[in-house]
């Protein structure tokens, strides 16, 4: 228990100082409104916990760039490992540098790779 309650008290969050003019961020089509702390993929509302949502908020802010994650304080590996679960259906995913930190990429969706195949195939 004070482990666990020594982690989220060094989890990152989203500081309200470095709130831009615009509150939303957006890689792709994955919006998140930092005045609502709501993620929005294609559409669809994704619910995140505030350690995820504080995650999201690094990695898209890098643009695309690697973010060492414990530089903004402890970032327990299941956090990354939830958030690349809600991530993945959608078609983005979490890479991982060993040693060196993160970067969200917007990976190929599966139904869209089976549609290339099935094309292929027909010529």
Same mark, same amino acid.
């Given at each position: 228990? $004070?482990?666990?309650k020594?982690?989220?008290?060094?989890?990152?969050?989203?500081?309200?100082?470095?709130?831009?003019?615009?509150?939303?961020?957006?890689?792709?089509? !994955?919006? !998140?409104d930092?005045?609502r702390?709501?993620?929005?993929?294609?559409?669809?509302?994704l619910?995140l /916990? /505030?350690?995820?949502?504080?995650?999201?908020?690094?990695?898209?802010?890098?643009?695309g760039e690697?973010?060492?994650?414990?530089?903004?304080?402890?970032?327990?590996?299941?956090?990354v490992?939830?958030l690349?679960?809600?991530l993945?259906p959608?078609?983005?995913? *979490?890479?991982?540098?060993?040693?060196?930190?993160?970067? !969200?990429?917007?990976? *190929? $969706?599966?139904d869209?790779?089976?549609?290339r195949?099935?094309?292929?195939?027909?010529?």
């Amino acid at each position: 228990m $004070k482990q666990r309650k020594l982690a989220q008290e060094k989890a990152p969050s989203i500081p309200a100082t470095e709130q831009p003019e615009h509150p939303i961020v957006s890689f792709g089509s !994955l919006n !998140l409104d930092l005045l609502r702390q709501e993620v929005e993929i294609e559409g669809e509302s994704l619910h995140l /916990p /505030p350690q995820e949502l504080a995650v999201l908020y690094l990695l898209l802010q890098s643009g695309g760039e690697l973010v060492d994650l414990d530089a903004y304080g402890r970032v327990l590996p299941s956090v990354v490992c939830r958030l690349r679960r809600r991530l993945e259906p959608f078609g983005y995913r *979490i890479a991982a540098k060993r040693g060196l930190g993160y970067r !969200l990429e917007q990976a *190929i $969706k599966l139904d869209v790779v089976k549609q290339r195949n099935t094309r292929e195939e027909r010529l």
